[in-house]
């Protein structure tokens, strides 16, 4: 392997730990299952935002910014790691959420504000030209501010996922099958960079949150995969063909929780103790429950859940309710 390496400040708690899910296994009659905890990388709750944030502080730290800019959903996961993260290493936070105030703030949204981020509400139709005004006023402040795009997904933040799966290689785990939320796509763009990199056999299936297949695949997720093997100093053209998106799942749209949603977090609870949330691995984890109830895997293969957090939001006004 190359002997780039790319700056980094120290968040997470690594490795994550890999258990077995034999009790949920039972339950459906299916495939060996195991799960890769990346909910406990360890700062603020946790989730996947934690690993791609020691690469994008590191690059911060090294231009001398001081504060840190980003967006997202009124409930993002990345928004609350990325608030932390600002606290851990002595960064300003001004985090742009795209929505309405709520009347009380719950979950990663009190959360954001006990971390001590600046919130800047916008239209969700505005959100990027207030980034970018938020970033200009900023900069004329001397706040010396630094943009993290949303989900974390650029190449610098991707990266960190192509370091995850060498971590995986390392704790010897060889699934036949890897199943990921996937979104904003850094996570399943790293994860394919490291497969390819550090010679791993598992197929990465990303299971899409909100997108069109095509979008997130042949679009969103070959090409960071590419950028990132190139940041790593070597260059790997991926193409559609090389990403498996499954968009089947996508229900009422980004943030709904349907019924499909509720019954994988139900489940993932009571046969393992193991919390999910509403709008990311609670949607991956019913894709994965139905592809098992189809036979889409065999009985011999193995399938490892990568939980990619986000278990602050069960307790969120908007969806705690309806959970119980
Ligand atoms: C952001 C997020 C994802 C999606 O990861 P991407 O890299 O944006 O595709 C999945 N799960 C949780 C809990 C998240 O917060």
Redesign the pocket.
């Known amino acids: 392997m190359s002997a780039i390496s790319l700056p980094r400040l120290h968040l997470a708690h690594l490795p994550t730990p890999v258990e077995e899910l034999p009790r949920l296994s039972a339950a459906l009659g299916g495939p060996r299952l195991l799960v890769k905890r990346d909910d406990q990388t360890g700062l603020a709750f946790g989730?996947?935002?934690t690993r791609?944030l020691e690469y994008l502080l590191g690059a911060a730290q090294a231009e001398g910014a001081r504060t840190l800019i980003t967006g997202g959903a009124p409930q993002?996961?990345?928004c609350r790691q990325t608030a932390a993260a600002a606290a851990r290493h002595g960064f300003a936070c001004i985090l742009v959420l795209a929505g309405e105030p709520p009347q009380h703030a719950s979950a990663n949204l009190l959360l954001d504000t006990l971390l001590g981020a600046e919130i800047v509400w916008c239209a969700p139709q505005e959100r990027d030209s207030v980034m970018r005004q938020v970033f200009e006023q900023a900069e004329a402040a001397g706040r010396r501010p630094y943009l993290i795009p949303y989900?974390?997904?650029n190449s610098t933040g991707?990266t960190a996922y192509a370091y995850a799966m060498r971590e995986l290689l390392a704790q010897n785990v060889h699934p036949d099958w890897i199943v990921?939320?996937?979104?904003?796509?850094?996570?399943?763009a790293g994860l394919a960079a490291g497969k390819h990199l550090f010679g791993c056999e598992s197929k990465i299936l990303?299971i899409s949150?909100d997108k069109p297949e095509v979008e997130l695949s042949a679009g969103i997720v070959a090409g960071l995969a590419s950028q990132v093997c190139a940041r790593l100093g070597k260059a790997h053209t991926f193409g559609a063909g090389d990403i498996l998106v499954n968009d089947g799942y996508r229900g009422g749209g980004y943030g709904v929780m349907g019924e499909a949603e509720i019954e994988a977090i139900r489940l993932f609870a009571r046969t393992e103790g193991l919390l999910l949330?509403p709008?990311?691995?609670g949607r991956?984890a019913a894709g994965l429950l139905d592809l098992i109830r189809q036979g889409f895997f065999s009985p011999e293969e193995s399938v490892l859940f990568w939980h990619?957090?986000?278990t602050p939001v069960l307790f969120a006004e908007r969806y705690a309710p309806r959970l119980v």
């Open positions: 989730g996947n935002k791609k993002s996961n990345h989900g974390g997904s991707a990921v939320a996937s979104s904003s796509g850094g996570t399943q990303g949150i949330d709008v990311y691995t991956a990619t957090g986000g």
